[in-house]
């Protein structure tokens, strides 16, 4: 079957610009398949790079064991990073520039070189890792109920929004990252704690899958991008006058707060 891809990626981007969900696009093509996803994924990012927005670089989804058994898939899922989602240190964000987002926490890279797969190993990215940093994730399903197949989720470029990246830059071989500690508080509850290996094992492994996933496609991670590894925990629904905080072990905190109105 031939998908109109030019159709399903302007009816995603639309519902972004109206921040008004949709039905997923499952319910009227139930055999969509991945390849098929992200070739909508592709098309909606080069209609947001036409309007002057940059991919910085890319991001992981479902790499936690518990996301994947939740979704009931083995593989992660891959998106873009854009410009545009990139939220300012300390600004509040308003809630009404998204459908029914949640936050959730990430452990992000920083790449130095380029990585071509196939065949890339959890240390060729170590090795090419300049940086890592936490961060905090908002996600936003453009779908009714936030709720999809794994094709869909693909197409709407993994439920991406926005991400705050932390201030504190660590070098990668002064950490342990199957170790590395992340606690997550919504309110001031802890909503959920985690450590690295959360990630399939490995953040590293993780954005491992990414380049060889890349590679299929025809790409390859490019030197300066910032990768989100995935959420470590579960996401957190936001609302008005929320207060998100994620503290990482070596990587400091990354803070997150609605609007109240
Ligand atoms: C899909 C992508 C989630 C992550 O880190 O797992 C994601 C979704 O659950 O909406 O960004
Ligand atoms: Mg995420």
Not at 60 to 87: C, F, H, I
């Amino acid at each position: 079957m031939t998908i109109d891809i030019d159709y399903w990626s302007d009816y995603l981007l639309d519902a972004v610009a109206n921040r008004s969900e949709v039905a997923a696009i499952t319910k009227s093509i139930p055999d969509l398949t991945t390849s098929d996803a992200y070739d909508i994924q592709d098309a909606a990012v080069d209609k947001r790079l036409e309007t002057g927005d940059r991919i910085i670089g890319a991001k992981l989804g479902l790499t936690s064991n518990a996301k994947q058994k939740q979704m009931g898939v083995d593989e992660p899922v891959y998106g873009w990073l854009m410009e545009s989602g990139r939220l300012a240190p300390e600004t509040p964000i308003r809630l009404d520039e998204f459908i029914h987002p949640r936050c959730e926490p990430e452990i992000v890279f920083t790449i130095g070189e380029d990585i071509e797969g196939p065949g890339i190993s959890a240390g060729d990215i170590i090795d090419a890792t300049t940086a890592v940093t936490g961060g905090i994730e908002v996600i936003d399903a453009r779908y009714e109920r936030f709720s999809f197949q794994l094709a869909d989720t693909i197409a709407d470029n993994t439920s991406a929004a926005r991400y705050r990246l932390g201030t504190k830059r660590v070098d990668v071989t002064d950490l342990d990252l199957a170790l590395l500690g992340c606690v997550f508080k919504v309110n001031g509850d802890i909503t959920a704690t985690a450590a690295g290996a959360a990630l399939l094992g490995d953040p590293a492994h993780c954005v491992a899958m990414l380049a060889n996933h890349l590679a299929d496609r025809g790409r390859k991670i490019g030197a300066g991008w910032t990768v989100l590894a995935g959420a470590l925990t579960d996401a957190v629904q936001l609302a008005p006058g929320t207060h998100a905080r994620a503290d990482y072990a070596h990587l400091g905190s990354v803070e997150l707060t609605t609007e109240k109105d």
